[in-house]
């Protein structure tokens, strides 16, 4: 059954460093997705991504944090410098286009900045 | 007008017992509720969606009763099993088929089922 994979499991960095989470969506999905959920809170939405463009973003998404489809099958969410309450569990979610709401989320990407 | 007010906040039951996760919201444009599974250290995954125009859906041992007009909807399962001990999620979406259809997740629900 296809899934949404992500890359790292874990990455630890240090305040004020940049770094890229990766996002394999599901192969056929046109609809792409970040959430993040910090330990023991709810999930909460971050950016939305069609037709190589942000549809929608939240307040949590200021001008630190970027998005890229590179190519036909990555999707990037790259933190310009890191903060310490940027620690959390960040997912990537993909879903198939308009027919559907279901939103498929990967394994997450467990944010550490010290 | 945003949030989607989830309870209770944890609960325990025996194996065999129907633990219900009950969900509320304000937006009267939320037209999907999905309900979310999640294992620790795990993404959370779909379970179990509804649209407003049926009161209740079901799936297997998982059931969602939705109230249109009380706008509120919860999530039933029965002959529950250790198994299912997880974080059990509410969300909600709008405009059906649009661009975002960005969801908007309830605070969650630490199920336990003792065997």
């Known amino acids: 059954e296809p899934e949404v994979t992500q890359t790292p499991s874990h990455q630890v960095t240090q305040m004020g460093q940049e770094v890229i989470l990766r996002c394999v969506p599901i192969?056929?999905?046109?609809?792409f997705y970040w959430y993040r959920q910090i330990l023991g809170q709810k999930v909460e939405f971050l950016v939305s991504?069609?037709?190589?463009?942000?549809?929608?973003k939240s307040e949590i998404f200021d001008d630190q944090f970027s998005v890229e489809r590179p190519d036909g099958s990555n999707f990037t969410l790259k933190i310009r410098s890191t903060k310490l309450e940027d620690s959390a569990m960040y997912f990537c979610?993909?879903?198939?286009?308009?027919?559907?709401?279901?939103?498929?989320f990967g394994p997450g990407t467990r944010l550490t900045v010290t | 007008q945003q949030q989607v007010k989830q309870s209770p906040q944890s609960l325990i039951v025996q194996k065999g017992g129907i633990p219900i996760i009950n969900c509320a919201y304000e937006?009267?444009?939320?037209?999907?509720f999905p309900w979310y599974q999640q294992f620790p250290g795990k993404g959370p995954a779909l379970l179990i969606a509804?649209?407003?125009?049926?009161s209740e859906k079901k799936e297997g041992r998982f059931t969602i009763s939705f109230n249109k007009s009380a706008k509120q909807f919860s999530l039933h399962i029965m002959d529950s099993q250790p198994g299912d001990s997880a974080t059990y999620f509410c969300?909600?979406?709008?405009?059906?088929?649009?661009?975002?259809?960005?969801?908007?997740f309830g605070t969650g629900t630490l199920l336990a089922v003792q065997p």
């Open positions: 979610a993909s879903r198939v286009g308009t027919i559907s709401y279901e939103q498929y």
């Open positions: 969300a909600a979406a709008e405009n059906y088929g649009g661009a975002t259809n960005k969801l908007i």
């Open positions: 937006n009267t444009a939320f037209d999907y």
């Open positions: 991504f069609y037709n190589n463009e942000i549809s929608e």
């Open positions: 192969s056929n999905h046109l609809y």
């Open positions: 509804i649209r407003p125009d049926v």
